[in-house]
């Protein structure tokens, strides 16, 4: 099992939902978030007066799947929040030792299938 983990644009995230969930993952955990990468934030105008904003919106995916969908996912992940303009996000994979549905108490990959 893993544990894949993306930090993409929130303009991308109902597009990339969609990717993941046809390349067969079941679930997954979303959250909004900030940061900054090489980007280092950004310049705007706001009443005349220019300020930078460091710290931009970004949106957090945590998606536990087995390990032969990895691939399909990543790529999915990938191809639905690439826009080829800096800012697009990372994408993490972990070794996901256990999982547990707390409901049934079923165990590892039974735990994060359908």
């Known amino acids: ?11 991308r995230l109902d597009a990339t939902l969609e990717a993941v969930a ?7 955990t979303v959250t909004e978030v900030r940061g900054y990468g090489r980007q280092k934030g ?16 970004k949106v957090r995916l945590e998606i536990a799947v087995s ?15 690439n826009t080829g303009k800096i800012g697009d996000g990372k994408v993490f ?9 707390i409901r049934t108490g079923e165990r590892d990959s039974a735990a994060i299938t359908g």
Do not use: W
């Open 67 to 81: 390990a032969d969908i990895v691939e399909p996912v990543i790529e999915a992940i990938c191809r639905a929040a």
């Open 42 to 57: 950004k310049t705007e105008v706001y009443r005349g007066q220019e300020y930078e904003v460091k710290l931009l919106p």
């Open 1 to 11: 099992m893993r544990m894949i983990i993306a930090v993409i644009k929130p303009s």
């Open 22 to 28: 046809q390349a067969g993952a079941s679930g997954m």
């Open 93 to 101: 994979v972990l070794d996901l030792q256990s999982a547990l549905r």
